[in-house]
């Protein structure tokens, strides 16, 4: 369906997940899926434009007591992203 939009010229724009993911979480295994999740979002999307609205998925007080550990892995998981 992308493609026929993107082939009269509207552009596509998708909500990546975000229900119980979090891309800076202290367990491996939730990136993981968290990056499997946005990378399925991402093959949804033409590619030329890709828009995918996406967040961080964090709150103040979820996360204070690991504040800079959440964000060093919220930063390099969201690396691949400019990649892809």
């Keep these: 369906m992308g493609d026929v939009l993107h082939r009269h ?17 202290t367990d491996p295994a939730i990136r ?9 979002v991402l093959n949804l999307v033409p590619s030329s434009p890709r828009t995918v609205v996406a967040h961080a998925a964090t709150t103040g007080k979820r996360y ?15 690396g691949w992203v400019r990649k892809a």
């Design 64 to 78: 204070d007591n690991f504040r800079k550990t959440w964000l060093e892995n919220s930063v390099e998981f969201w």
């Design 32 to 40: 993981a899926v968290t990056r499997r999740r946005s990378e399925e």
């Design 9 to 25: 010229g509207l552009t596509v724009t998708l909500h990546a997940p975000f229900v119980d993911l979090s891309a800076g979480s």
